[in-house]
């Protein structure tokens, strides 16, 4: 299908979403899709729709079939499991790493470290591990057919590869799916993913 690719840079200070992208989204998220007449935010909901809308039965497995319930899983496992604590470290990384007052260094960064070393990096080792070997499995999320809950997962891969550690399998697939025309042509369209660490 036919698509274009606007960039919206979110404030340098703030990270907050632009104007131009509220006039979009009222709550200003990324990514959102304007289709016609229908503006869908929310990735898991963006892929619904165009698998539904164009996908003509491809990239989603057959109704009832063990993939489609393994392709279900990971279409949420995105945006539900996975990213929440990859968020949080980000966030707990600036707090560490940020400007403040030096009165509240040692305070801000101790609660950063305590956070991040008692919660969120056992969860993102824990989930690394688990799509690392839910990736030995198989090629692609849902089995060994590429589908929609491959493209859903590919950031959260890709930022758990840069936030936490790349391992073999989540490597690969990151190639793979890299590898894909569409992903290349999406790159040229629309510029390089920059992963923030």
Same mark, same amino acid.
């Given at each position: 299908m036919p698509y274009?690719? #606007?960039?919206?840079a979110r404030d340098a200070k703030t990270s907050l %979403?632009? /104007?131009e992208l509220l006039k979009v989204h009222p709550?200003? #998220?990324? /990514?959102v899709i304007t289709d016609g007449d229908? +503006?869908? @935010?929310?990735s898991g909901a963006i892929i619904e729709y165009l698998v539904d809308r164009y996908g003509k039965g491809a990239l989603i497995p057959p109704a009832g079939s063990r993939e489609r319930l393994r392709? +279900?899983?990971?279409?949420?496992? @995105?945006?539900g499991t996975a990213m929440p604590p990859l968020l949080m470290k980000l966030v707990f990384n600036r707090i560490e790493r940020g400007p403040m007052p030096f009165f509240a260094k040692p305070i801000a960064r101790g609660i950063a470290r305590k =956070?991040?070393?008692?919660?969120?990096? $056992?969860?993102?080792?824990r989930i690394v591990t688990y799509i690392e070997a839910e990736l030995g499995r198989s090629d692609w999320f849902a089995g060994d057919a590429f589908t929609a @809950?491959?493209?859903?997962?590919?950031?959260? =891969? @890709?930022? %758990?590869?840069?936030? =936490?550690?790349?391992?073999?399998?989540? +490597?690969?697939?990151?190639?793979?799916?890299?590898?894909? $025309?569409?992903? #290349?042509?999406?790159i040229e369209k629309g510029g390089? =993913?920059?992963i923030i660490s």
């Open positions: 274009e690719i #606007k960039r919206y %979403a632009p /104007p709550l200003g #998220k990324s /990514p229908l +503006t869908i @935010a929310e392709y +279900t899983y990971w279409l949420h496992f @995105a945006e =956070v991040r070393g008692s919660f969120i990096d $056992p969860n993102l080792e @809950a491959d493209i859903q997962m590919s950031f959260p =891969v @890709a930022a %758990a590869a840069a936030r =936490v550690r790349a391992m073999p399998n989540m +490597t690969r697939f990151l190639e793979r799916i890299q590898g894909r $025309p569409a992903y #290349k042509q999406a390089e =993913v920059r």
